[in-house]
């Protein structure tokens, strides 16, 4: 490169500005974590209702033993959000004001719940639209797309707390078949593709209250709340059967080659047994090694 292009500025256009800007669409009001274990989640509030408190079943679950079990709730009216107390033991504070009353929210208010400070931001605030951004950054895997392994267990751990009286958790945990070959044959750029591929097939036969992270490499797993295990062996075949069916196009020396990927999958489910979640975990991991042992391309558990 000569000195002139090395110093030239290049001009941006109102196409590169726009990528700049937040969007008032999918910019939700929302709440971030100041203080206690979870400082920096961010809550966004999506439902015209919201409940809080360290119960499990409650809508915003901040497990913090200073909070209530049902401890504030926040309703949204037009383009107020408005928070009020439960009857919480603590209390409910915005701006270190004791709430007496439902009290509408101003961009920038800080709520406080037991010893747990949450800042609010409205959906125009640009800091929420950072935050964002960078919450993406930091939970999603970059070959891929998806969930990383980081986010999977920060969300397993929720969903293992909301389902201890109902057990109705269930995970998927899979790996594709001979994946070191697809490297050493054609290439990691080649083994690239065939990750983003495959996780491209999957996506469709999911809903949004399922979880699909990458877990590390060729290994794969996504979280089913409300889930049975038969209703999880139907979604794992669906999902066995459609990668193996599919093609994948690939390169090699300049030719373009077709390449059918497959995977093995185990299934657990929550049980009374299980002392924490990393107990589903390794049940979902014993039967995905009982699939690769008794042939591959299978559907275990």
Same mark, same amino acid.
């Given at each position: 490169?000569?000195?002139?292009?090395?110093?030239?500025?290049?001009?941006?256009?109102?196409?590169? !500005?726009?990528?700049?800007?937040? *969007?008032?669409?999918?910019?939700?009001?929302?709440?971030?974590?100041?203080?206690?274990?979870?400082?920096?989640?961010?809550?966004?509030?999506?439902?015209?209702?919201?409940?809080?408190?360290?119960?499990?079943?409650?809508?915003?679950?901040?497990?913090?033993? *200073?909070?209530?079990?049902?401890?504030? #709730?926040?309703?949204?009216?037009?383009?107020?959000?408005?928070?009020? =107390?439960?009857?919480?033991?603590?209390?409910?504070?915005?701006?270190?004001?004791?709430?007496?009353?439902?009290?509408?929210?101003?961009?920038?208010?800080?709520?406080?719940?037991?010893?747990?400070?949450?800042?609010?931001?409205?959906?125009?605030?640009?800091?929420?639209?950072?935050?964002?951004?960078?919450?993406?950054?930091?939970?999603?895997?970059?070959?891929?797309?998806?969930?990383?392994?980081?986010?999977?267990?920060?969300?397993?751990?929720?969903?293992?707390?909301? @389902?201890?009286?109902?057990?109705?958790?269930? $995970?998927?945990?899979?790996?594709?078949?001979?994946?070191?070959?697809?490297?050493?044959?054609?290439?990691?750029?080649?083994? =690239?593709?065939? $990750?983003?591929?495959?996780?491209?097939?999957?996506?469709?036969?999911?809903?949004?209250?399922?979880?699909?992270?990458?877990?590390?490499?060729?290994?794969?797993?996504?979280?089913?709340?409300?889930?049975?295990?038969?209703?999880?062996?139907?979604?794992?075949?669906?999902?066995?059967?459609?990668? @193996?069916? *599919? =093609?994948?196009?690939?390169?090699? #020396?300049? @030719?373009?080659?077709?390449? !059918?990927?497959?995977?093995?999958?185990?299934?657990?489910? &929550?049980?009374?047994? &299980?002392?924490?979640? !990393?107990?589903?975990?390794?049940?979902?991991?014993?039967?995905?090694?009982?699939?690769?042992?008794?042939?591959?391309?299978?559907?275990?558990?």
């Amino acid at each position: 490169m000569n000195r002139d292009a090395e110093e030239k500025t290049v001009i941006a256009t109102n196409k590169d !500005r726009s990528s700049l800007q937040p *969007s008032r669409e999918g910019n939700p009001p929302s709440f971030i974590q100041y203080t206690g274990e979870k400082a920096g989640q961010r809550y966004p509030l999506l439902q015209m209702t919201l409940t809080i408190g360290r119960g499990a079943q409650m809508d915003l679950c901040i497990p913090e033993a *200073s909070i209530s079990r049902h401890h504030a #709730d926040v309703k949204l009216e037009g383009a107020q959000v408005i928070v009020s =107390d439960a009857g919480s033991a603590n209390g409910t504070y915005v701006n270190e004001v004791l709430l007496s009353a439902p009290t509408p929210l101003q961009d920038g208010d800080m709520v406080r719940i037991g010893t747990v400070v949450l800042k609010y931001i409205s959906k125009d605030n640009l800091d929420g639209w950072v935050h964002d951004k960078m919450h993406k950054l930091s939970t999603l895997d970059g070959g891929t797309g998806i969930y990383n392994k980081q986010y999977l267990l920060e969300a397993l751990d929720a969903e293992w707390r909301k @389902a201890k009286s109902t057990l109705d958790l269930t $995970l998927l945990y899979y790996d594709l078949d001979h994946f070191k070959k697809v490297n050493d044959t054609y290439g990691h750029n080649c083994g =690239d593709i065939v $990750l983003r591929e495959t996780v491209n097939f999957i996506r469709p036969l999911l809903s949004q209250t399922q979880l699909f992270c990458r877990f590390g490499g060729e290994e794969f797993v996504i979280l089913l709340p409300h889930t049975s295990v038969e209703e999880a062996r139907q979604l794992g075949e669906r999902i066995r059967s459609t990668v @193996a069916s *599919s =093609d994948i196009t690939l390169e090699k #020396d300049g @030719a373009a080659i077709l390449h !059918r990927q497959t995977l093995s999958m185990g299934i657990a489910q &929550m049980t009374a047994q &299980m002392t924490s979640p !990393r107990g589903l975990l390794e049940a979902a991991d014993q039967k995905l090694y009982t699939a690769k042992q008794t042939g591959r391309n299978r559907v275990e558990g």
